[in-house]
C-alpha cells in the first residue's frame, strides 16, 4: 500500500517512506514544491472500525510529534528525500516554519464507511483521506452514491514552528 501512495504522491523523486522522528515512523512522506506543503500518511489494510479509529489516533500522536520536533522532522526528511539547499530553504520558509498536512491511507473497502469517516474527520478535521483502490491506484476522493465527494477526504494544513531546541 505505501509503494501505491508513494506512486500517487509524485514518485521517488519526492516522497520516501519510513521515516523515524521522536519515536514516530511515518509510512510515507512527499514534498509538494508547488505548495510548499509535506504530506505524512499513514497507511491500513484493516478495514474494521476500531483499527480505522486507531490509524487517525496514530496521526494525532504524529501530529504532536511534528508539532514538538519541527526541526527533527525537518533534519530527517532531509536525510531521506533529495531536496538542494534552495528547495530546503524554500520548504521551510528560510528555516522558520513548515506547511504540514496529514493523510490516512485507506483501502477502497475501509472507504465505505463513510458514516465513521465523518464521525472521526469531525474529531479531527484536518486529517485527509486517500482511497487505495484494490488494482493499486490512489485517489484524493471518496464515493458517495457513485459520486465523486472531497468533503470527508481533503486535509487541511497545519504550519508548524521550527524551533531549534524544545
Do not use: W
Not at 487517525?56 to 525537518?74: E, I, K, R, T
Not at 474529531?123 to 485517489?139: E, N, T
Not at 471518496?142 to 514552528?161: E, Q, V, Y
Amino acid at each position: 500500500m505505501a509503494m501505491a501512495v508513494t506512486r500517487y504522491l509524485g514518485g521517488s523523486k519526492r516522497t520516501t517512506r519510513e521515516v523515524r522522528v521522536s519515536g514516530c515512523i511515518f509510512d510515507v512522506v512527499a514534498y509538494d514544491k508547488e505548495k510548499r506543503l509535506f504530506k505524512l500518511v499513514e497507511c491500513k489494510l484493516a478495514t474494521s472500525p476500531t483499527s480505522i479509529g486507531r490509524t487517525f489516533g496514530q496521526l494525532a500522536s504524529y501530529h504532536a510529534a511534528v508539532m514538538d520536533q519541527g526541526y527533527a522532522f525537518v533534519t530527517a526528511v532531509s536525510r531521506r528525500l533529495p531536496l538542494s539547499f534552495h528547495r530546503l530553504m524554500e520548504a521551510t520558509n528560510n528555516a522558520t516554519k513548515i506547511q504540514v498536512a496529514f493523510y490516512v491511507a485507506l483501502t477502497q473497502k475501509a472507504c465505505l464507511n463513510l458514516r465513521l469517516l465523518k464521525s472521526l474527520k469531525s474529531l479531527l478535521p484536518s486529517v485527509g483521506i486517500i482511497r487505495v483502490k484494490p488494482d493499486g491506484h490512489c485517489r484524493g476522493y471518496l464515493l458517495r452514491d457513485g459520486k465523486r465527494d472531497d468533503s470527508i477526504s481533503s486535509a487541511k494544513a497545519i504550519t508548524i514552528k521550527i524551533r531549534r531546541y524544545s
